[in-house]
C-alpha cells in the first residue's frame, strides 16, 4: 500500500472512530398515545411504528437511515422510541415540540422459607383464617411481572401442578427455551437497549428469557412462587418456601444482562418490558434495579412505571443498597411503591471460637471445617504477598495473599470494597482452611449469610475488633469456626439494614421515600442451576434454593403482598394499595421497642419510612390516602414542570395545569415538610375502605414543632365516602435545626392509620 493510501485510511479511520464515538443511544419519549389500547390492531401499531419512523426521518434525512437508527419502537402504551444519534442530533429533537423528554439509554444496576411466618401470615407452618393469605386465596389469578434476569423455568416454584386455566385476559407468551405452563405463563427478553450501549454483537447468551445469573429466579419465586416443601440452602433454613402470593400467576421480563461498566440493566429495555407487561395484561410489576434518583423525565422506570400506574397497575421498586449514606434512596417517583430492607428473625449462626475462651456470633451458610480442632489464625495483613499492599491483603483482594503464609490456617478478613464470597474465594485459592469475616465500621452490627466457598463465619464490627485484638495480643493464634445451623426467633428484629438505601429524597424532598421497608436479609428463594450460589465462575455446585441479601429481596415481599391485595380488593387503585401497606405498617420490632438500625441507634422513617410491613393489617385498613391520574399530573406541575410537558404526559391534549397545584397538599400516605422556618397548612383527602365508623386524629408532634389538625374527627356512613382534613404545622421558639419526626394517627379503636411526618427545620 503507497504512503498516501495509508495516510488517507489512518485520516477516514480516525475520522470514522470520532463519529462513531459521539453517537449514543437515546430514548425518546414522545408523551401519551392518543388512542386506547383496547382498539389497536397489528396495522394500527405498525402505523405508530411508521409514525416513529418518520419523525426521526424529519431530523436523519431519509427514512432508512432513521429505520437504522430505532432500535425499540414503544407503540402499544408508551409512545416513543429508542435509537442511537449523535449530540447535535439529540439536541435537535429535545426542542421539537411533541417530544416530551430525550434522555440517555442509561444503566442501572440489580439492587423464603421463614419470612411469611415473621410477618404473620402464617404461624408455625399453620393458615389461620385471619391471615391475608387465606382472606385472598393466596393470591389466585393475580398475575405478578417480574423485570429481572429471567427465570429458571424447571423450578419447583413454578410448577403448575394443580393450577386450572390461565386467566383469559392474559395475552402474554414464552420466548426461546423457556416453556410456559399454567404457573409460569410469560417469559420474554429485552436485549437491544444494552447491546446498543455495550456495542456487543448477538449471541446465544443474550437470546434466552433462561435465567443464568439466580437474582430474578429468586426475586420472582419470592413474590409469586408456589408452596416448596423442604426448601433449604445445603441442609439450613429448613422449611416451606413460598412466594408472597403462592397461588399468583407469574411472568418473567429478562431486562438484566452480565453487568458492563458496572451496569446490567439498560431503561431502553425496561420501558419495551413494561409495554409489554401492561399490554399483556399483568397487575403487579416487580422491579428490583434502579440507579441513582434523578429527573422524572429522564427516567426510563420513572415513565414506564408512570404509565403502567395510569393502567392500573401497581409497581413495586427496590430503594437501592447504598446505604447507609443519608440522600441514596432510588426509584423515587411517587406512583412507585418503593422498598427498603430490614432483617427477619432467623440466624443462620457459625461461631467464632478463640483460644483465649472467647466466643463470638457469626453467621454462614458454608461447610464446617474438616477437624474438629483450633487452628492457626493470621490476619489478612499479615498473609499478604509480597506484591500487595497490606490494605488490599486485609480485604482480601485478588492475588494479595501468600500461599506461604497462610495455607492451611484460618484467615482473618476485613469486609469492603470486594464482595463477601470474593474473599472467601481469594484466601481459599491461597490455601487457607477457613476464613472469618469482620464488618468494617459503616456495616456494624448486620451479618449476612453467604455460602462461602470454604469453611467461614460473618462476625459484627465489635467483634471483629475483639479478633483483631487476640491477634496483636499473642503470637500463637489459633481458632474454630462451628458448622453453621438455623437459629429461629432471635431478637430485636426487625432492624434496618446498612445497606439499605436512605433517605431524604434528593429529587423531591417533600416526599418521603422509601415508603416501607421489608424482609431483606438472608432471604431464601429459588436460585438457577445455572450457576453456584456464590455466582464465581469456579464454583461448581448447585442448589435450587439460595440465600440473598438485597433492597432487591425486599421488594418482591411487598409485590407479593400487592398481589394479594390485588386478589382481594380488586377495585383498590395502586395508590389506595400503598396506603394499606403504608398506613397499617409498624416502627417497632419484637421486643416492643423502637427498631433501630445496623448500629443499635433508633432507626428514622428515612430507613423504613412509614414502618415494617404488616400484610393482615393492610387487608382492612378502614381508611385510605387515594390518588389518580390527576393527582399525579398535579405533582408533576406543582414541582414546576411546564405545562406542555405534562401536557404530554396526560391523555388529553388540552390538559392545563391546574392553577394553585400545591406539593403539600398531594394526598401522599405521609407527610413530609422541607425547609420549615414558620408554619404551614396541609390538606389531605381521606376515602372510607372500611365499615361506617367516626374516626379521631391522635399525633406525635416532631421535636421542635408544633401540631394542630382540623376537624379532630372524621364520621363516615358508607364505603367510598371522603373527607378532608388540614393539619398546620409550625416551629417552636425553641426549634432544633435538621429532619425531626413525628406521626398522625386516625383511629375508631379498630383501625390505626398511622402516617409518619418528617420536618425539616431550618433557621
Not at 315 to 336: L, Q
Not at 643 to 662: H, S, W
Not at 722 to 728: H, S
Request: net charge neutral; glycine share 8%; with cysteine.
Amino acid at each position: 500500500m503507497c504512503l498516501q493510501s495509508l495516510t488517507l485510511l489512518i485520516i477516514f479511520t480516525l475520522f470514522y472512530s470520532h463519529a462513531f464515538a459521539l453517537k449514543k443511544s437515546y430514548i425518546v419519549y414522545l408523551g401519551s398515545h392518543a388512542h386506547p389500547f383496547t382498539l389497536l390492531s397489528q396495522a394500527h401499531l405498525d402505523r405508530v411504528a411508521h409514525s416513529h419512523r418518520t419523525f426521526l426521518a424529519s431530523f436523519l434525512g431519509s427514512h432508512q437511515s432513521a429505520e437504522d437508527a430505532i432500535f425499540y419502537s414503544y407503540k402499544r402504551h408508551i409512545n416513543g422510541f429508542a435509537a442511537v444519534l449523535d449530540d447535535k442530533k439529540a439536541s435537535e429533537i429535545a426542542k421539537h415540540p411533541n417530544v416530551a423528554s430525550i434522555f440517555l439509554n442509561k444503566g442501572r444496576k440489580l439492587h423464603t422459607t421463614h419470612s411469611w411466618d415473621f410477618m404473620l401470615l402464617e404461624k408455625h407452618g399453620v393458615v389461620h383464617k385471619s391471615s391475608l393469605w387465606k382472606k385472598a386465596r393466596f393470591g389466585e389469578d393475580t398475575i405478578i411481572a417480574n423485570l429481572d434476569t429471567g427465570v429458571w423455568p424447571e423450578s419447583k416454584s413454578f410448577s403448575d401442578e394443580g393450577y386450572g386455566d390461565v386467566p383469559a385476559r392474559w395475552k402474554g407468551s414464552c420466548h426461546g427455551d423457556v416453556p410456559c405452563n399454567r404457573k409460569l405463563i410469560g417469559a420474554k427478553y429485552f436485549n437491544k437497549g444494552y447491546l446498543a450501549y455495550a456495542k456487543f454483537p448477538s449471541n446465544s447468551t443474550f437470546e434466552t428469557p433462561r435465567d443464568l445469573d439466580g437474582h430474578g429466579t429468586h426475586t420472582l419465586s419470592t413474590a409469586g412462587g408456589n408452596f416448596v416443601p423442604g426448601a433449604n440452602v445445603f441442609g439450613l433454613g429448613n422449611g416451606t418456601a413460598s412466594g408472597g402470593s403462592p397461588k399468583a400467576r407469574v411472568a418473567s421480563y429478562k431486562v438484566c444482562w452480565p453487568p458492563f461498566k458496572g451496569a446490567e440493566c439498560f431503561d431502553a429495555d425496561i420501558l419495551a418490558a413494561i409495554d409489554a407487561a401492561i399490554g399483556d395484561g399483568v397487575d403487579v410489576i416487580s422491579a428490583s434495579v434502579g440507579g441513582d434518583a434523578g429527573d422524572y423525565m429522564n427516567d426510563g422506570l420513572s415513565i414506564g412505571s408512570f404509565v403502567a400506574v395510569k393502567n392500573g397497575v401497581t409497581v413495586v421498586c427496590s430503594a437501592g443498597n447504598s446505604g447507609p449514606k443519608p440522600g441514596t434512596v432510588s426509584n423515587v417517583a411517587p406512583w412507585i411503591i418503593t422498598v427498603g430492607a430490614s432483617s427477619m428473625d432467623r440466624e443462620f449462626q457459625a461461631f467464632v471460637e478463640l483460644s483465649n475462651g472467647s466466643r463470638f456470633e457469626g453467621t454462614s451458610l458454608s461447610t464446617p471445617l474438616p477437624e474438629n480442632k483450633m487452628y492457626d489464625l493470621i490476619s489478612a495483613a499479615d498473609g499478604k504477598a509480597a506484591n500487595a499492599s497490606a490494605l488490599q491483603a486485609l480485604l482480601c483482594k485478588k492475588d494479595s495473599l501468600d500461599p506461604e503464609k497462610v495455607k492451611g490456617k484460618i484467615v482473618v478478613c476485613l469486609r469492603g470494597d470486594n464482595a463477601r464470597v470474593d474473599k472467601g474465594q481469594q484466601a481459599a485459592t491461597a490455601g487457607a482452611v477457613g476464613m472469618i469475616l469482620c464488618n468494617d465500621k459503616a456495616s456494624g452490627n448486620e451479618i449476612i449469610s453467604d455460602a462461602h466457598v470454604l469453611p467461614a463465619s460473618q462476625v459484627n464490627y465489635k467483634d471483629g475488633e475483639a479478633v483483631f485484638s487476640y491477634l496483636n495480643s499473642t503470637k500463637d493464634h489459633k481458632g474454630y469456626i462451628t458448622a453453621p445451623n438455623t437459629q429461629l426467633h432471635t431478637k430485636p428484629a426487625p432492624f434496618m439494614a446498612s445497606f439499605s438505601s436512605r433517605g431524604p429524597n434528593t429529587i423531591t424532598p417533600g416526599i418521603l421515600k422509601p415508603d416501607i421497608t421489608a424482609p431483606g436479609v438472608n432471604v431464601v428463594a429459588a436460585y438457577t442451576e445455572a450457576t453456584g450460589p456464590t455466582d464465581i465462575e469456579s464454583d461448581n455446585r448447585r442448589t435450587p434454593f439460595n440465600v440473598e441479601s438485597g433492597t432487591s429481596m425486599s421488594c418482591p415481599h411487598i409485590s407479593g403482598i400487592v398481589g394479594l391485595l390485588k386478589t382481594l380488593r380488586p377495585q383498590w387503585s395502586p395508590a389506595a394499595i400503598r396506603s394499606a401497606i403504608m398506613t397499617t405498617s409498624r416502627t417497632r420490632d419484637n421486643t416492643r421497642k423502637p427498631m433501630v438500625d445496623a448500629t443499635f441507634h433508633k432507626a428514622t422513617p428515612f430507613g423504613y419510612g412509614a414502618g415494617h410491613v404488616q400484610p393482615n393489617k393492610a387487608s382492612h385498613p378502614g381508611l385510605v390516602y387515594d390518588l389518580n391520574t390527576g393527582d399525579y399530573l398535579d405533582f408533576l406541575c406543582a414541582i414546576g414542570y411546564e405545562n406542555k410537558v405534562v401536557q404530554l404526559f396526560a391523555d388529553d391534549p388540552l390538559y392545563t395545569c391546574r392553577e394553585g397545584a400545591n406539593l403539600l397538599d398531594f394526598n401522599y400516605p405521609s407527610i413530609t415538610v422541607p425547609k420549615l422556618t414558620d408554619s404551614v397548612t396541609i390538606t389531605r383527602k381521606l376515602t372510607n375502605v372500611g365499615p361506617p365508623s367516626t374516626y379521631r386524629s391522635y399525633f406525635h408532634a416532631p421535636l421542635g414543632v408544633e401540631v394542630s389538625v382540623e376537624p379532630k374527627q372524621l364520621t363516615f356512613s358508607k364505603v367510598g365516602e371522603e373527607k378532608m382534613f388540614q393539619m398546620t404545622i409550625g416551629a417552636t421558639s425553641e426549634k432544633a435545626l435538621g429532619y425531626v419526626f413525628g406521626e398522625l394517627t386516625w383511629t375508631d379503636s379498630k383501625h390505626y392509620v398511622r402516617t409518619p411526618i418528617v420536618v425539616q427545620l431550618s433557621s
